[in-house]
């Protein structure tokens, strides 16, 4: 059974840092390109970030210069280290394969507030 546990969201202020990881389970980790998918409140959930098996990295243009996606095969798990935090990116984050399997996590929280 394909899983993903997301971990590492919290309140942070405006122009602050947080990371989050996502564990995976049940697929060939290193088989797949994954990504950083997020949902904000009464919107759509959107692919922020992606990271093919080779290392090819690519952002929506909104996250570009502050957010960094990387990958541990070894440990079947996927980061996103984001920085300059804004009120904007106030979402719930999901890691997924890219394009998604059905399966999806719970995804974590990340609340950018003063």
């Known amino acids: 059974q394909v899983q993903f546990v997301e971990s590492g969201g919290g309140l942070v202020q405006p122009g602050g840092s947080l990371i989050v990881s996502c564990a995976a389970s049940g697929i060939i980790f290193s088989s797949y390109a994954m990504g950083w998918y997020r949902q904000a409140p009464g919107k759509q959930r959107e692919l922020v970030a992606a990271?093919?098996?080779?290392?090819?990295?690519s952002y929506i243009d909104r996250v570009k210069g502050r957010f960094t996606i990387s990958r541990d095969n070894a440990k079947n798990t996927v980061y996103l280290q984001m920085n300059s935090l804004k009120a904007e990116d106030t979402a719930v984050y999901y890691c997924n394969a890219s394009p998604p399997n059905r399966n999806w996590g719970q995804g974590t929280q990340v609340t950018v507030s003063s």
């Open positions: 990271i093919t098996r080779g290392g090819i990295i």
